[in-house]
């Protein structure tokens, strides 16, 4: 494997300044920064976006190319189906997605319990920080 996507949903481009007391003070820079470092050779490329229709895009590419998938997906998590099913035709060609959350969603409010993406996705990693994103990387590089 010689490249990763880490793919991030809505709100998480205010990572940094985004209640800090919840998401830690981390940027997207830094979590740039992180993995590559963590990654060796392995190219990794941190995307957000707050446009469904664009992280679906960003799927789809992910399954052209063969490509495994370290994906927040943030507020879509708890409803949208559209993204299930483009998650779902990722793991459906056998390329590894991991879905990650930087806080814990089972320990917040209520309607961050359900994840319509789980089902569909490798593993969950949930509730590490910016750590939640490195233990998937391991877990894809190992
Ligand atoms: C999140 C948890 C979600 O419930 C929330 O909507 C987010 C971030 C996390 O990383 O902890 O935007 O996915």
Redesign the pocket.
């Known amino acids: 494997m010689s490249r990763i996507l880490v793919l991030n ?4 481009g205010r990572l940094g300044t985004r209640e800090p007391d ?2 830690g003070s981390f940027t997207l820079v830094d979590l740039q920064k992180t993995l590559s470092a963590a990654a060796g050779s392995v190219e990794v490329d941190v995307r957000q976006t707050d446009s469904e229709p664009e992280l679906m895009s960003w799927l789809f590419e992910a399954v052209d190319t063969k490509t495994p998938v370290i994906l ?7 409803y949208s189906y559209a993204l299930r099913d483009a998650v779902a035709q990722v793991t459906k060609a056998g390329i590894p997605l991991i879905e ?6 089972h320990a ?2 209520e309607f ?1 319990h359900n994840s319509v993406i789980s089902a569909v996705a490798t593993g969950v990693i ?2 590490f920080g910016q750590d ?1 994103y490195l233990l998937a990387l391991t877990q894809l590089t190992r």
């Open positions: 949903g809505p709100n998480l919840v998401y927040n997906p943030a507020a879509f998590t708890h990650v959350h930087i806080s814990n969603p917040r409010e961050r949930a509730g939640s």
